[in-house]
């Protein structure tokens, strides 16, 4: 069954670092683009960056120069480097994989994982 799993959240102090990754499925990783999202409580989802199967990405404006998205297509692994954080960036962070798997089009998500910005 295709999935997705997030790790590498945490407590961070603000101006610090974190890296998420996301371990993939390999027929869902494969040839598709992966997301990354986050969510605070209370509010909508938003999109933070993306990556396409042959590597090119995207930033939503919050977080460029300060994240980097990023993928190992032999370990199907996607990461999520994050630097210079700001207390609004406290969110629980999702990958997300829209696309074929054969001739089925599927979307995945995975669990999340908290990423807290606090001194």
């Known amino acids: 069954q295709e999935q997705v799993v997030e790790s590498g959240g945490g407590l961070v102090q603000p101006g610090g670092s974190l890296r998420l990754s996301c371990a993939a499925s390999?027929?869902?990783?494969?040839?598709?683009?992966v997301n990354w999202y986050r969510q605070v409580p209370g509010k909508e989802r938003e999109l933070v960056a993306v990556i396409s199967s042959v590597g090119m990405t995207n930033y939503a404006d919050y977080v460029k120069g300060r994240f980097t998205i990023s993928r190992d297509n032999t370990k199907n692994m996607v990461y999520l480097q994050m630097n210079s954080l700001k207390p609004e960036d406290t969110a629980v962070y999702y990958c997300?994989?829209?696309?074929?798997?054969?001739?089925?089009?599927?979307?995945?998500w995975g669990q999340g994982t908290v990423v807290t910005v606090s001194s």
């Open positions: 997300n994989i829209k696309g074929f798997v054969g001739l089925r089009y599927l979307e995945v």
């Open positions: 390999r027929s869902i990783f494969s040839d598709n683009t």
